[in-house]
């Protein structure tokens, strides 16, 4: 365990989402001496939030959430709406986990903010996109929920003041459905600071510091955690539900090189905290893992250090060119399918290219330059030489892709989306990226209604969870923006069922 601490704490200089300088009541001397080492970024209310205090802790709740990211805090939010006394434990210095990280926006079908931009959209057809998306292989009821469910999850943030009217697109989807914040900024941020406000606003506690080391049992159903704050003595907490909502493992290096070997060079999109402990957790109380060897690998990720470039901004019409200055593949594909057709351009890298167009409606950007990422001139010759490309190659590319966007045809590489813009607006931009891990599709196995499910497909009394930590949704491949979706609609879900289980 003291391994595992030193691990995590040695890794927060690199979590990009501020994790330095919290200023909550429960941050401890040892937190704050390795925060301080290197100065961090502060991007969201998340790292000035006020947390509660270890003193005011209570030895029994209505429901424990583990995990204070998006499907945490909207699991806690659901359940405090039928009623409930939550309480949040997240093992990190600050809320937030890898829902931060969230960049291009958040699926959802058949909503108010589609119709009132004309985009004609269906539950099934979200459906049928994201099942080619996962080749087939997600699970047709969690699918099916999920979609059915989207649109009132995005009026459900609205009502709360979280605002996702903005729409773009991403890659293996036909229609604009990706919901993001009025602005065209990174959902992630924004979302995170919205759910604490509600979380503050409705007095729900959450506690910061705090590792979950056990989810108890007593007489066959779950009954509450251990808990350890840094490394003090650990305590024990009731409940008559348990929700866990820890995220996947995509920062655990163990984790990545036992399940994919092949990956285990890669750079990883995820914050330090993602390290696998609820799927551990919920194992060793009979809880069933499934596509745990599913692991998706980002194609646009920053490398030094790893940061992930969203898929909005080829989505608002950004293009991928390889190191001879030449389109490769169609952008807008599926994940597997983009990074794959990088990996095999020399040198396993590319740069995403785009205009001062793109940068104006994907206000990320802006954060992209803030962290060095982004190479930038006047002209396209004048990038070119900085990138080290031909520039005769460069032009060409170029003009071809803005005479294809004028006639609405790829006729390279046959994308149909993110063409309503050509590249032809002052200034010219480019970030080099190769792919790097982002998201663990698999985890533990739950139904519809969030339940914890044992190999035979019997339900673990009072244990739910959502979020990354499970599996099975996805399938082989995760279409962006379906993250976020997944969060809100399955945290809230999780709230909600609570509610029926204990009353």
């Given at each position: 365990?003291k391994?595992r601490?030193?691990?995590?704490?040695?890794?927060?200089?690199?979590?990009?989402?501020?994790?330095?300088?919290?200023?909550?009541?429960?941050?401890?001397?040892?937190?704050?001496?390795?925060?301080?080492?290197?100065?961090?970024?502060?991007?969201?209310?998340?790292?000035?939030?006020?947390?509660?205090?270890?003193?005011?802790?209570?030895?029994?709740?209505?429901?424990?959430?583990?995990?204070?990211?998006?499907?945490?805090m909207?699991?806690?939010?659901?359940?405090?709406?039928?009623?409930?006394?939550?309480?949040?434990?997240?093992?990190?210095?600050?809320?937030?986990?890898?829902?931060?990280?969230?960049?291009?926006?958040?699926?959802?079908?058949?909503?108010?903010?589609?119709?009132?931009?004309?985009?004609?959209?269906?539950?099934?057809?979200?459906?049928?996109?994201?099942?080619?998306?996962?080749?087939?292989?997600?699970?047709?009821?969690?699918?099916?929920?999920?979609?059915?469910?989207?649109?009132?999850?995005?009026?459900?943030?609205?009502?709360?003041?979280?605002?996702?009217?903005?729409?773009?697109?991403?890659?293996?989807?036909?229609?604009?459905?990706?919901?993001?914040?009025?602005?065209?900024?990174?959902?992630?941020?924004?979302?995170?600071?919205?759910?604490?406000?509600?979380?503050?606003?409705?007095?729900?506690?959450?506690?910061?510091?705090?590792?979950?080391?056990?989810?108890?049992?007593?007489?066959?159903?779950?009954?509450?955690?251990?808990?350890?704050?840094?490394?003090?003595?650990?305590?024990?907490?009731?409940?008559?539900?348990?929700?866990?909502?820890?995220?996947?493992?995509?920062?655990?290096?163990?984790?990545?090189?036992?399940?994919r070997?092949?990956?285990?060079?890669?750079?990883?999109?995820?914050?330090?905290?993602?390290?696998?402990?609820?799927?551990?957790?919920?194992?060793?109380?009979?809880?069933?893992?499934?596509?745990?060897?599913?692991?998706?690998?980002?194609?646009?990720?920053?490398?030094?250090?790893?940061?992930?470039?969203?898929?909005?901004?080829?989505?608002?019409?950004?293009?991928?060119?390889?190191?001879?200055?030449?389109?490769?593949?169609n952008?807008?594909?599926?994940?597997?399918?983009?990074?794959?057709?990088?990996n095999?351009q020399?040198?396993?890298?590319?740069?995403?290219?785009?205009?001062?167009?793109?940068?104006?409606?994907?206000?990320?950007?802006?954060?992209y330059?803030?962290?060095?990422?982004?190479v930038?001139?006047?002209?396209?010759?004048?990038?070119?030489?900085?990138?080290?490309?031909?520039?005769?190659?460069?032009?060409?590319?170029?003009?071809?892709?803005?005479?294809?966007?004028?006639?609405?045809?790829?006729?390279?590489?046959?994308?149909?989306?993110?063409?309503d813009?050509?590249?032809?607006?002052?200034?010219?931009?480019?970030?080099?990226?190769?792919?790097?891990?982002?998201?663990?599709?698999?985890?533990?196995?739950?139904?519809?209604?969030?339940?914890?499910?044992?190999?035979s497909?019997?339900?673990?009394?009072?244990?739910?969870?959502?979020?990354?930590?499970?599996?099975?949704?996805?399938?082989?491949?995760?279409?962006?923006?379906?993250?976020?979706?997944?969060?809100?609609?399955?945290?809230?879900?999780?709230?909600?069922?609570?509610?029926?289980?204990?009353?």
């Open positions: 365990m391994t601490l030193f691990s995590v704490i040695a890794s927060l200089t690199l979590v990009t989402a501020s994790l330095a300088g919290c200023g909550n009541a429960n941050t401890t001397k040892k937190s704050s001496s390795s925060s301080s080492s290197k100065k961090t970024e502060v991007t969201t209310g998340a790292s000035k939030t006020q947390y509660s205090a270890v003193k005011d802790l209570k030895s029994k709740y209505d429901v424990v959430i583990v995990g204070a990211g998006g499907a945490g909207s699991a806690a939010l659901a359940a405090k709406e039928k009623g409930l006394k939550p309480v949040i434990l997240e093992k990190m210095p600050v809320a937030g986990g890898n829902t931060l990280k969230a960049s291009s926006g958040m699926n959802a079908s058949e909503t108010k903010v589609q119709k009132k931009a004309g985009v004609k959209d269906s539950n099934d057809k979200f459906y049928k996109e994201t099942l080619e998306g996962g080749h087939g292989t997600n699970d047709k009821k969690m699918l099916r929920f999920f979609v059915d469910h989207s649109a009132s999850a995005v009026d459900w943030l609205d009502g709360m003041g979280i605002k996702l009217n903005n729409l773009t697109i991403t890659g293996g989807m036909s229609v604009k459905r990706t919901h993001r914040p009025a602005d065209g900024s990174a959902v992630g941020g924004y979302l995170v600071s919205g759910l604490l406000r509600n979380v503050k606003k409705n007095n729900i506690p959450i506690y910061v510091n705090a590792d979950v080391t056990k989810i108890n049992e007593k007489s066959g159903k779950v009954d509450g955690v251990k808990v350890k704050f840094n490394q003090d003595k650990t305590k024990t907490i009731s409940s008559k539900a348990v929700i866990v909502t820890t995220g996947g493992f995509g920062a655990s290096k163990a984790m990545i090189k036992k399940y070997p092949d990956l285990s060079k890669y750079v990883t999109t995820n914050q330090a905290g993602s390290t696998g402990d609820g799927i551990k957790m919920i194992r060793s109380l009979g809880g069933y893992t499934v596509d745990m060897d599913k692991i998706q690998i980002h194609p646009t990720v920053y490398q030094k250090p790893p940061y992930l470039v969203g898929e909005a901004v080829r989505g608002e019409g950004g293009i991928l060119v390889n190191k001879q200055g030449k389109r490769f593949t952008e807008m594909g599926t994940r597997d399918v983009v990074s794959a057709a990088i095999k020399s040198g396993k890298y590319a740069y995403v290219l785009f205009d001062g167009g793109v940068k104006k409606r994907v206000t990320a950007i802006n954060q330059q803030k962290k060095g990422m982004v930038s001139a006047d002209s396209l010759a004048g990038l070119a030489k900085k990138l080290g490309v031909s520039s005769d190659n460069l032009a060409t590319t170029v003009k071809t892709w803005n005479k294809d966007v004028k006639n609405k045809k790829d006729g390279q590489f046959k994308r149909t989306t993110g063409m813009h050509q590249l032809n607006t002052p200034k010219h931009y480019a970030i080099k990226i190769a792919p790097g891990i982002h998201y663990t599709m698999g985890g533990v196995k739950i139904n519809p209604q969030t339940e914890v499910l044992k190999k497909g019997q339900a673990i009394p009072g244990l739910y969870a959502a979020g990354e930590v499970t599996g099975g949704l996805h399938g082989d491949n995760r279409i962006g923006g379906n993250s976020v979706a997944e969060i809100v609609i399955f945290g809230r879900q999780a709230g909600t069922q609570v509610a029926k289980y204990v009353k």
